[in-house]
């Protein structure tokens, strides 16, 4: 098959398995379905992929790159923790956005496998995975603004942005498994959770409050 040829292809197939993710879950990714609806054999998913492990492998890839994409968008103030709120905001939306693909991407759905490439190292990098590196960099840049606008002390922001991510996950699993309801308290736990940490790490609440001010009313 022509390189060209092969390219749109994978293009396309991993356009169909993404949108059938999202409509069906996981259970709905199989390879005679996906195939046929690009007009292709079952043996394309094998000479494209390798095998429905590393179809799964792509998506997850695809999913951190379009994460990383729309979390850079987010353009930055003259109030760096505004801007960390407002990028942790974006962070949520966009899971909510895609919530079978966003669990696929993290190994906690049916086919996934658990990624080496997600193992951080002290110093702020995923071993052999660049597009989930992308993400983590907009974050640790972010809070790399903040430590120099004097906002937080000297923190490691690696361990800092661990802190953050660790914390926003778990809501994030959490809303999506229905636990907060519809018009539950879930933004107002993130919220405050958010300041929490943000104080914790030496923002002065009152300004942690004002900043988060500011990126509601950015959102709005």
């Not at 080496?116 to 110093?123: I, Y």
């Not at 702020?124 to 840049?141: E, I, K």
């Not at 919220?191 to 709005?220: C, T």
Request: charged content about 20%; some cysteine.
């Amino acid at each position: 098959m022509p390189r060209t040829l092969q390219t749109d292809q994978r293009a396309r197939l991993l356009d169909v398995a993404l949108r059938t993710l999202e409509a069906s879950g996981p259970e709905a990714l199989q390879a005679r379905t996906l195939t046929a609806e690009i007009g292709a054999s079952t043996q394309a998913v094998y000479t494209l992929f390798g095998g429905m492990p590393g179809l799964f492998e792509a998506l997850a890839a695809e999913g951190f790159a379009r994460f990383a994409r729309h979390v850079e968008e987010i353009p930055e103030t003259d109030d760096p923790v505004a801007d960390f709120f407002t990028k942790g905001a974006a962070f949520c939306d966009w899971a909510f956005a895609h919530p079978q693909l966003y669990r696929l991407m993290f190994g906690l759905t049916a086919g996934a496998r658990r990624r080496a490439g997600l193992r951080l190292t002290p110093s702020g990098r995923l071993v052999d995975f660049p597009q989930g590196q992308a993400g983590l960099d907009v974050m640790v840049s972010t809070l790399e603004r903040v430590k120099a606008a004097g906002r937080i002390g000297p923190v490691d922001c690696v361990i800092a942005a661990g802190q953050f991510l660790s914390a926003t996950h778990g809501y994030v699993l959490l809303e999506i498994a229905g636990m907060f309801g519809d018009d539950g308290p879930g933004p107002q736990v993130i919220a405050e959770l958010g300041i929490n940490v943000m104080v914790g790490l030496g923002d002065e609440r009152e300004a942690a409050q004002r900043s988060l001010l500011v990126a509601a009313r950015r959102r709005a």
